[in-house]
């Protein structure tokens, strides 16, 4: 979530302007009378609003956001079914950290719980520990405490006093990763990219690792370009470098989209609990696990890779509660609708809708392809996910400009430059998600083919500061 300051103006608007900014109609009854100006923006009202007037306010403020269904950058959900929604408004007052106070949303949680663990090949289902969170953001953290705890036991004749802990992960790994390692004191020890390979090098990442490694980050999805990583590669190698060295490297598998696509389309892949060496899995409920905003899942593959010192045992409201999470009041909300959404689609459902993104995702990277003005760096094929960027000969615009007159259309395509070593390879992202229908992709191609002779006619590329371009990997 970015950090806003309290205001962006020094000064609130004059009270000409304030009352040319309300809407006589939003009085109760008379127009002619009542309120006769807005209430001021950045301090609070002297009095209270009629609940009609508040609403139309808010409204009219938010009418300028962009229409969330035609954001492909976003991996988040941005449509369910009205029976979910319904569900959400019953139990937005419910305090998911009550779970004496609400035992039944508790047990929905223990129940997706034991459902994802089973789903991700856990040894035992019923003996793997995990929780839900806010999103994979959080559940990213967890997981890493949890490594760098364990490595702190193994090393407590060494630590603080003389080692530094650090992780090895791609360079292309999700913001909440360097927070981790900011947050917590790790060292970030990154793979860059290098010519066409766009995430971690399972030969690479063993590479970085030594005896003050907690754990190597493998992203089943990459939020860059859609590709899964190859987790199975990666613990080969690791168990090569423990079997030289006797390191031994748990390995957390960052499923925050891969992890609700993976197990229903690509049933043979192997990337889970199936591999010893993966410790602990997370992934985004409000992604492709097909929730609205607001829940993730950490799961570890036995109660031995969660060190119980990071277990709180709360005594609160009248029952003894354990507790891992950073936050501690949200509402339960969100977890009924996972449970909800499980029980209404089942593996064959999920299978049903992520393989209707995926044709959608393979069958309009294709169609770009065919423009002839774009090279495709990856095709939808693992995540519903593509990325591009123009094609060698194409000297008139380049991605920025074609996100930029999508965008008067109404469309949110994302443009952004790669990290190192690829700094040079700008693209655009597409994530196809539920409810990003063929129909809409054939609009978003009538859309560009109409700005196409536009952008071909350009001198040159009208982008000047790449630099505020936003990579929007969430």
Known sequence: MPLHKGSNHTMEPSEERRRRAFNPFFGEADPTVGMTSAPPRHRLPDGPLPPSTAYGLVRDELMLDGNSRL???TFVTTWMEPEAGVLMGECRDKNMIDKDEYPRTAELER?????LADLWNAPDPSTAVGCSTTGSSEACMLAGLALKRRWAARNADRYPATARPNLVMGINVQVCWDKFCNFWEVEARQVPMEGGRFHLDPQA????????????VGVLGSTFDGSYEPIA?????LDDLQEHTGLDIPVHVDGASGGMVAPFLDEDLVWDFRLPRVSSINTSGHKYGLVYPGVGWALWRSPAELPEELVFRVNYLGGDMPTFALNFSRPGAQVVAQYYTFLRL??????????????????LAARFEELDDFHLLTRGDELPVFALTTAPDVRAFDVFDVSRRLREHGWLVPAYTFPANRQDLSVLRVVCRNGFSSDLAELLLEDLRQ????????????????????????
């Open 346 to 363: 089942g593996r064959e459902g999920y299978r049903a809708v992520q393989q209707a993104a995926r044709d959608v995702a393979s069958g």
């Open 233 to 237: 590669e990666l613990c080969a190698a």
């Open 111 to 115: 129940r997706c719980v034991a459902m």
């Open 205 to 216: 990442a063993a590479e970085l690792c030594d005896e003050n490694t907690i754990g190597v």
């Open 451 to 474: 700005l196409l002779p536009e952008l071909r006619g350009q001198r040159h590329p009208l982008s000047h500061d790449r630099d505020v371009a936003t990579a929007f990997h969430h």
């Open 71 to 73: 954001n492909l950058a």
